[in-house]
C-alpha cells in the first residue's frame, strides 16, 4: 500500500497537534484536559482554511452550548432542586434548543454536545457554569495548538485546488478522448465514457470544497478569484462535454461526420493535448491518455496551443469547403441536427481551452 504524501503530512500534524496538547494540559494542570486533544484532532483538516472553518464551528458551538448547559442547569435546579427531576428538565431544554440553533446555522451542531456534558458533570457535583467556562477554555487551547501546527507546517488549499484543477484538465481530456473515439470508430463506449463522466464528477466536487476553504484563508484575494475562475472554466469544458455525449449517444454510426474525419480528429486530439498540457502547467502530472485514435502527442503549452488553434482553423475551412458541394443534403434533418450539435460541442471545448490558456498567461 503506498500512502500519498499529503496524507502522510496529514497524519504527521494530526499527531503533533494532539501530543503538543496532552502536554501543555499537563503542564497547565487542567483537570479534563483530555477536551483539548479531542479538539485538536477535531479541527485538524487537511489544509489551513479548513482547518479555520473547523475551529471556528467547534469554538462557537462550545460556547453557545456550555452557555445554554449552565443557564439550563442552573435555572432547573433552581425550580426542582437537585435531582432527576432537575436533570430531565436541563437537558431536555437544553437539547431542544440546541437541536434548534444547529438546524439554522451549522456551526451551532456540536452546542448539544457540550451542553450534555455540563448539565451531567454538574448533577454529580460542581458549579455549571464554571464547567462551562472550563470546557470553553480546553476547547480553545486545542484549537490554538491545532491552528499554530497547521500555519507553522501548512498544507494550503489554493496549493491543493491547483493540483485539484491540474486533475480535472486530465480527466475532462480523458472524457474527450472517449468521446472522439466512440464518434470517429462510430461504436459508442459506454461503460469508458461512464467512467471518465464519474472521475470528472467526483473531483468537481472535491475542487468546489477546496474552493470554499481556499477563500477562508489568508492571502491574495486575487489568487482565490483565479482559482475561482478556473473551476468555472472547467465546469463550462464540463457542459461542452455533456453536449457532446448527448449528441453522439444515439446517432448513427454513419454520419456527416465521415466527411472530414482528418479534421475531427486532429481537433479532437489537440484539445486533448492542450489540455494536457495545461495540467502540467498547473502543477499536475498530466500523463498521456492510452493510446486511441485521438491519443494526443505530448507537446509543450505553447505548441500544444498553436496546434490546437490551427486544428480549429483547418476544421472551420473544411466545412466551408463542403458547403458548396451540398453533400449534406443527402442526409436528414436529424442527422445534421446530431453532427452540428456535436461539432459546436467539440469547437465550444476548444475555444474554451484557449481562452484558459490565455487567462493564465496573464
Request: a neutral charge; hydrophobic letters at 50%.
Amino acid at each position: 500500500m503506498t500512502l500519498d504524501p499529503p496524507l502522510l503530512l496529514h497524519a504527521l500534524r494530526t499527531a503533533l497537534a494532539a501530543t503538543l496538547t496532552a502536554a501543555l494540559t499537563r503542564l497547565l494542570h487542567l483537570e479534563q484536559g483530555y477536551w483539548a486533544v479531542f479538539s485538536a484532532i477535531l479541527v485538524m483538516q487537511t489544509d489551513f482554511g479548513s482547518s479555520i472553518q473547523a475551529s471556528w464551528s467547534r469554538l462557537l458551538g462550545t460556547a453557545v452550548g456550555a452557555a445554554l448547559g449552565a443557564i439550563s442547569a442552573t435555572l432547573a435546579e433552581s425550580l426542582l432542586g437537585p435531582g432527576v427531576s432537575a436533570l430531565t428538565l436541563a437537558m431536555f431544554a437544553a437539547i431542544f434548543l440546541c437541536a434548534v440553533l444547529a438546524g439554522q446555522v451549522a456551526n451551532f451542531r456540536l452546542a448539544g454536545v457540550t451542553a450534555a456534558i455540563v448539565i451531567c458533570l454538574h448533577e454529580i457535583g460542581g458549579n455549571a457554569f464554571s464547567l462551562g467556562a472550563s470546557r470553553f477554555i480546553e476547547v480553545g487551547l486545542g484549537i490554538v495548538v491545532a491552528l499554530g501546527v497547521s500555519l507553522a507546517w501548512p498544507s494550503r488549499a489554493r496549493v491543493l485546488l491547483r493540483f485539484g484543477a491540474a486533475k480535472g484538465l486530465e480527466a475532462l481530456a480523458g472524457l474527450l478522448a472517449a468521446l472522439m473515439d466512440s464518434r470517429l470508430s462510430g461504436r459508442y463506449d459506454r461503460q469508458r465514457i461512464f467512467r471518465c463522466k464519474d472521475v470528472c464528477l467526483r473531483l468537481a466536487l472535491k475542487n468546489r470544497q477546496l474552493l470554499a476553504a481556499a477563500r477562508r484563508e489568508p492571502g491574495p484575494a486575487g489568487e482565490a478569484e483565479l482559482l475561482s475562475d478556473l473551476l468555472q472554466t472547467l465546469d463550462r469544458l464540463a457542459e461542452h462535454l455533456l453536449a457532446m455525449d448527448h449528441a453522439i449517444k444515439d446517432a448513427p454510426p454513419e454520419g456527416f461526420h465521415r466527411h472530414l474525419p482528418e479534421e475531427l480528429s486532429r481537433l479532437g486530439a489537440g484539445a486533448c493535448a492542450a489540455m494536457l498540457a495545461l495540467a502540467r502547467n498547473l502543477g499536475g502530472p498530466g500523463q498521456p491518455q492510452p493510446k486511441s485514435q485521438t491519443d494526443p502527442p505530448h507537446r509543450s503549452l505553447p505548441d500544444s496551443l498553436a496546434e490546437l488553434a490551427s486544428a480549429l482553423d483547418a476544421a472551420e475551412a473544411k466545412l466551408l469547403a463542403l458547403r458548396p458541394t451540398r453533400v449534406i443534403a443527402g442526409y436528414d434533418l436529424d442527422e445534421v441536427m446530431h453532427f452540428y450539435s456535436f461539432y459546436h460541442a467539440l469547437r465550444s471545448s476548444a475555444r474554451e481551452t484557449l481562452a484558459l490558456a490565455a487567462r493564465l498567461g496573464e
